[in-house]
């Protein structure tokens, strides 16, 4: 139990409530502390209210834990969609054969279709580009980590005194730049400091040159490009 599980967990504006308004039930088993070494309790709700898909929120080992627990229980969900524990292939890697098929929300991968506004490169690019320089997979946030760059760039070329925070400021503000996780304008909605991005549902699967590949599997929300491919259930 910590401030992210309390906020996805939230009744009102967590994760139950849109999940309720797309029409399916859902069962809440209680909090758990990060580092729980024992999930048969929740194992036993879930169990017992017949749930079929798992969501929320926690870190890599929990997530190991849980996934390994379900598995010798004989609890076997068709889908376990979990933020944070799924962002990094090693989170998934570290499952082991158990981490096929588990999926969680996408900000970026390489499938994304912006262009650099600083190198013209498209995503596919840059993630090959990280991989042949660092000998290591892709994650997302690679991705951010330049367009952040892009962003700041885009201030300071702008900004009529760059060594004034205020005039940068009123550059942030003014932002409309196109990079590499797409259109950055602070258009006041839903707030004037957010600029909502693309997000995208992904699914790990067994990889070709890495073990675990993350691709894409639900553009419900941003119809942009299509999913690369449609989503498994789970095989255990």
Same mark, same amino acid.
């Given at each position: 139990? /910590?401030?992210?599980? *309390?906020?996805?967990?939230?009744? *009102? ?29 929740? !194992?036993? *709700? ?6 079929? %898909? !798992? ?8 997530? #190991? ?17 979990? @933020?944070?524990?799924?962002?990094? =292939? ?14 969680? *929300? &996408? ?7 912006? #262009? ?5 490169? &498209? ?12 000998? $290591? ?13 892009? &962003?700041?760039?885009?201030?300071? #070329? ?6 004034? $925070? @205020?005039?940068?400021?009123? @550059?942030? &503000? ?9 259109? %950055? ?12 991005? =693309? !997000? ?14 993350? #691709? !894409?599997?639900? /553009?419900?929300? /941003? ?14």
């Amino acid at each position: 139990q /910590n401030i992210d599980g *309390e906020t996805w967990g939230n009744d *009102e504006y967590g994760l139950p409530a849109p999940t309720r308004k797309a029409g399916y039930e859902v069962v809440v088993p209680g909090y758990f502390q990060p580092r729980t070494n024992d999930f048969s309790a929740q !194992i036993a *709700e879930f169990k017992k209210q017949g749930c079929e %898909i !798992i969501g929320g929120i926690t870190y890599p080992d929990d997530l #190991k834990t849980f996934v390994t627990q379900c598995n010798q229980q004989g609890f076997k969900p068709k889908a376990v969609t979990v @933020a944070a524990a799924l962002l990094f =292939p090693g989170g998934v890697e570290a499952m082991g054969p158990l981490g096929n098929g588990m999926s969680s *929300e &996408v900000w970026w991968t390489p499938a994304f279709p912006f #262009k650099s506004s600083l190198t013209g490169q &498209v995503s596919s690019d840059i993630a090959s580009q990280w991989e042949a320089d660092t000998k $290591r997979q892709w994650t997302q946030p690679l991705g951010y980590s330049h367009a952040l760059l892009e &962003v700041a760039l885009d201030i300071l #070329k702008r900004s009529s005194n760059p060594l004034d $925070r @205020a005039a940068n400021r009123d @550059a942030l &503000v003014a932002t409309d730049l196109q990079t590499l996780v797409g259109h %950055i304008k602070f258009d006041g909605s839903p707030h004037k400091n957010i600029c909502k991005t =693309p !997000i995208f549902g992904g699914q790990w699967v067994k990889g070709e040159k890495w073990p675990y590949d993350l #691709k !894409i599997v639900d /553009n419900t929300v /941003n119809q942009l490009f299509a999913p690369q491919q449609a989503i498994q259930p789970i095989a255990w």
